[in-house]
């Protein structure tokens, strides 16, 4: 999301009259995204920040500033911190940043905060978005977040939900087609949660429906999914629709059922297994990858068990852990956070070896099979590719550079946690 964020804001500026530059140092304005979903990420941009300094001392007319959830978190406060910083605009006023801009360059202020959380009941989007991939593009559906889970900073970052009109997401995704993207990703906080503002009133699977539809589009895929949220229907299109990728990212954060309640996750274990065992019972074979939070306060030991006996019970292709830490204004804010540190970073290290031992048997079994890749770019070795399967598995195998953006089919022959490798055995198509 906040990739998507950055392109939409590079396209405005440059729509302005700016242009992207290499380097800092022969920047006349810098601009950070910022992400708070975790405290590792906002002290980050803090110290970016702090390196910034020097060049802005030996440049003072260079304009710095920021934009996203640390932003919109912070507001008044960073300008406060940061010397020189000229600019803080949050998550809903981004596309006022080049107005904001030329009232600086007209010296009308020497810093601008800008974080209010306006009432508009769809998103803000733009035409000009500077995309980094002429095939494969980010498309928001929706924004916001309505569930208030104990530990999310999302709902008072990024406000209550607010979803686009299905008409405009349709010609969005057409323009995009007809301009050479082939795999497009729908994004939301909570995209199954998605309601057509129009009279029509499409669900999220209705939606999808039309999406998958279209007839330039050769692969879709969408995240993130709240497990409370997903349902029969949307599993019925993704299994009539082959242009759907056979892929779906389902946050547990925890096995324990009594964590899942502190954490106001509205799912229990038996509720989120069970649509487990509904996606593992279709006729396709999906992928499923999921989020975990280790050492939520109150966690004990037999709970954290219970997140570990989840993973080898679902077998998952690939997860994100953290440990917790305590995000502003969200409910967890104020409970005694009593797991020690190095307590919470054993746990992660435990959680984390496991679902490499899971990575690794699940990707072993690959060897032998045949898919249709996309090549998103150039490996590591010489004359090697990168692509994803339909499942979203990294494939890496040897080819010429003219193959990037196209469809290859290969056989997959090795396999280590992360990454398989593979064999050409057909011509692009």
Request: glycine fraction near 6%; charge should be neutral; charged fraction near 25%.
């Amino acid at each position: 999301m906040n990739v998507l964020d950055s392109e939409k804001v590079a396209g405005l500026l440059v729509n302005a009259g700016w242009t992207l530059t290499a380097a800092p140092d022969s920047a006349d304005l810098v601009l950070y995204n910022t992400c708070s979903v975790r405290e590792k990420a906002a002290c980050r941009v803090y110290a970016h920040l702090g390196q910034m300094r020097g060049l802005k001392r030996r440049r003072p007319e260079m304009l710095l500033g920021v934009m996203g959830c640390v932003a919109q978190q912070e507001g008044e406060e960073m300008i406060r911190q940061v010397d020189g910083l000229n600019l803080v605009v949050g998550t809903r006023r981004w596309h006022l940043i080049p107005q904001h801009l030329d009232r600086l360059l007209d010296g009308e202020a020497a810093a601008i905060v800008d974080v209010e959380m306006d009432a508009e009941p769809v998103p803000v989007e733009v035409d000009n978005v500077l995309r980094a991939n002429p095939f494969r593009a980010f498309v928001t559906i929706m924004e916001g977040c309505d569930n208030y889970c104990a530990y999310c900073v999302v709902p008072h970052v990024r406000g209550r939900e607010r979803s686009r009109p299905a008409a405009a997401i349709l010609g969005e995704i057409r323009n995009l087609t007809a301009r050479g993207v082939v795999e497009v990703m729908l994004l939301g906080q909570n995209v199954n949660s998605y309601r057509d503002p129009s009279p029509r009133g499409l669900t999220f699977a209705g939606l999808l429906d039309e999406i998958a539809g279209l007839p330039d589009l050769r692969r879709l895929r969408f995240t993130t999914s709240h497990p409370k949220d997903f349902d029969r229907d949307v599993l019925d299109v993704m299994l009539a629709r082959p242009t759907i990728c056979r892929q779906l990212h389902l946050p547990a954060q925890s096995g324990s059922s009594a964590v899942l309640q502190a954490m106001n996750r509205k799912y229990t274990r038996a509720e989120y297994l069970a649509k487990v065992d509904m996606i593992r019972a279709a006729p396709e074979e999906f992928s499923l990858s999921s989020d975990f939070i280790v050492g939520f306060p109150g966690e004990s030991a037999a709970d954290f068990e219970e997140t570990l006996s989840l993973l080898e019970y679902v077998g998952f292709d690939s997860i994100f852990s953290f440990m917790y830490s305590p995000r502003p204004n969200t409910a967890a804010a104020g409970w005694a956070d009593t797991i020690p540190v190095t307590e919470k970073r054993e746990r992660l290290m435990t959680l984390q070896a496991l679902q490499e031992r899971i990575q690794r048997a699940t990707n072993r079994r690959e060897i032998g099979r045949e898919h249709r890749v996309l090549v998103d770019g150039r490996g590591r070795e010489p004359d090697q590719l990168a692509s994803r399967t339909d499942t979203n598995k990294i494939v890496h195998f040897h080819g010429p550079s003219n193959l990037i953006g196209c469809f290859v089919d290969v056989r997959i022959t090795g396999a280590s946690s992360h990454t398989l490798q593979a064999e050409r055995i057909d011509h692009r198509s």
